[in-house]
């Protein structure tokens, strides 16, 4: 603990987290530019450009740069990342899913656009997702690029994204969804897209196989805590604050982490993952410090 | 035209094309096997074995193989051709788009599974179409796998099928759509993804620069006419020969190609298109064989 304290003390995330998310913001404003349908590309960059922390292309720029990458090898991931997210809110959002009109402080895609609109945006997003990954990505042996692409890839399948998001859907409105099943669909919804951040970011930076398990180990438990944290500002936090509709969960009887263990315990149980996560990568000493702050910051947001 | 006439006449397409449709639907079934959550499997497996010509599957594996490589090589990318083409599908006749409940002779996805199943399989399948490609593509350098990827993903985005459906959906029930629109609908919403099939089975055999432009000037010479022939199936074959509803051209007011035309002039010009594809290959003598014939039966198949 005191050698974490003692990392940690040195590094000032607020700078550093505005500082990436400029960078991830201006690289996403070049990868899609307007274009001709003027319509699609629109509805594309709307929901892009309509912020959020932009966590997941932070935490893959930190974890290659930590692997010993540079900030370049991981751009374009990082993009592929925020695209991909992106297109999982957008279709989420749709009436047939979850319904919701008010997300990152907007309208929802759809509610603009028009379902149609707001379904293909999500697929082009998608798609572009792996172009820009594959055509993008310079100084990464192809391999390694390869790899990259699975692992986002496999993120957004029925063992990802999409078997969360089901898994959901199917549990709304019912009283008796086991801690079990909540676990399983926010490792699934929240956690795969996470996780692929964390290790694409690795993998591009040719991390040693031995040293894969301390980030895959650091990115479970953010990844779950994450999550938690998500629950509790859903009770606690504004609508001005979230950028989207809160309340929701309780509204709907959603199974959440506080409705199994309260507010308290859940809060306890995110901080507890946050520095299990902390533990799997001190073993890298000072080059850990922006990962270790990033997992604090996770559970310390207040959006 | 003797010389085309002597290579196809060893040619026998129908075992052909049976016998490769029969090693794409066992890649397939094999590809996305029944899981947990199963509801979101059966899904997925109900519009992908729902049959189809499999051409998209079937032009890569021949274009591997002219190009000099082999079945091996290719057959994840047909399968993943297949997992796009069915996404697309299945997204396109959501309500929100062109709302169709009959396709490849049964009730299309979200008649069976709800509208949310739908777009979730969908968004699945895309996903998984590169996780396939990148996990299961043996003996081909990991470089040509990244172009492949970008080649296939490419053709998914607003520079093809998501880009034609958006123009479609606009240009429905409008009576002023050019000749020059509905080129471009059709070369970005079935052109694309054929030339993706056709390019990157070249691309995995590792295929000569100088050669590539003749699987592109046959890719984009087939796309165009397939187009023109379903648009004339679509008047003139019946419900159950097509599989799909028939008609509906008319019905909505859609600019066709036998709008501007009439049918013969639609079947002269298809075919003319059809010869000038073959001109592109005849250079590659008896290996053509195959993509002569599969030429042919574009333009002469009835459904």
Redesign the interface.
């Known amino acids: 603990m005191q050698k974490m304290k003692l990392l940690q003390q040195n590094f000032n995330l607020l700078p550093y987290l505005y500082e990436r998310k400029e960078i991830v913001e201006t690289a996403l404003n070049k990868a899609i530019p307007r274009?001709n349908?003027a319509?699609?590309?629109d509805s594309?960059r709307y929901s892009l450009s309509a912020g959020g922390k932009r966590i997941r292309p932070i935490l893959c720029l930190a974890s290659c740069e930590l692997a010993g990458g540079t900030l370049e090898m991981a751009l374009p991931t990082a993009c592929a990342l925020e695209m991909i997210h992106t297109?999982?809110l957008i279709?989420d959002d749709?009436p047939?899913?979850d319904n919701d009109s008010y997300r990152r402080g907007k309208p929802t895609n759809h509610i603009i656009y028009?379902?149609?609109?707001a379904?293909?945006?999500?697929?082009?997003l998608?798609?572009?997702?792996?172009?820009f990954i594959?055509?993008q990505t310079k100084n990464v042996?192809?391999?390694l690029?390869?790899?990259v692409?699975?692992e986002l890839?496999?993120s957004?399948?029925?063992s990802g994204?999409?078997?969360g998001?089901?898994?959901d859907?199917?549990s709304e409105g019912k009283s008796d969804t086991t801690l079990e099943t909540l676990n399983f669909i926010h490792i699934h919804k929240t956690g795969a897209l996470l996780e692929a951040a964390v290790i694409s970011g690795a993998l591009l930076a040719g991390v040693k196989e031995k040293d894969m398990n301390r980030f895959l180990g650091y990115a479970q438990n953010i990844g779950l805590a994450f999550q938690i944290i998500d629950d509790v500002l859903d009770i606690i936090s504004t609508e001005e604050n979230l950028g989207k509709s809160v309340g929701k969960d309780l509204k709907t009887q959603k199974a959440t982490y506080p409705s199994f263990w309260g507010i308290d315990e859940s809060i306890k149980q995110a901080k507890l993952l946050v520095e299990e996560a902390k533990e799997e990568i001190l073993y890298f000493d000072d080059k850990a410090a922006a990962l270790l702050a990033i997992a604090d910051f996770i559970v310390n947001r207040n959006n």
Chains 1, 2 share one sequence.
């Open positions: 274009g349908p319509f699609i590309y594309m297109m999982s279709h749709l047939a899913m028009g379902e149609d609109l379904i293909l945006a999500g697929d082009a998608l798609a572009y997702a792996f172009e594959a055509t042996p192809p391999e690029v390869v790899k692409i699975a890839a496999h957004v399948t029925t994204l999409v078997g998001q089901i898994i859907l199917s």
